[in-house]
């Protein structure tokens, strides 16, 4: 991720923290949807965290025009991302 290298360390320890915020709160809002058929709170927030990367990474990297209103298409993207590779892995659990 380009820039990373040259935050000040205050702000990467604060963009950290927030991730894992972030997570918990993702892992925790799936834990409720899907109930007994999810991995945990902490394991479902990791999974959306890495779907959300990686759809991000693949959306920036295929070159999509995102419009006038970038951040609200990351975001978008980052969800809808995020939550079909959760449901992705809980179909994967399924069939193995």
């Given amino acids: 991720m380009p820039g990373l290298s040259y935050l000040p360390a205050e702000h990467l ?3 950290a923290g927030l991730l894992a915020m972030v997570g918990f709160l993702a892992g925790w809002l799936a834990d409720l949807i899907l109930k007994e058929e999810g991995f945990g709170i902490i394991v479902n927030g990791l999974i959306v965290i890495a779907g959300a990367l990686l759809g991000f990474m693949l959306w920036a990297r295929m070159g999509y025009p995102v419009g006038n209103n970038k951040q609200f298409i990351a975001a ?4 809808i991302s995020g939550v ?3 449901v992705s892995c809980g179909i994967g ?3 193995v």
């Fill in 84 to 86: 079909l590779l959760l």
């Fill in 93 to 95: 659990r399924r069939f």
């Fill in 13 to 15: 320890i604060l963009l």
């Fill in 76 to 79: 978008l993207v980052t969800a």
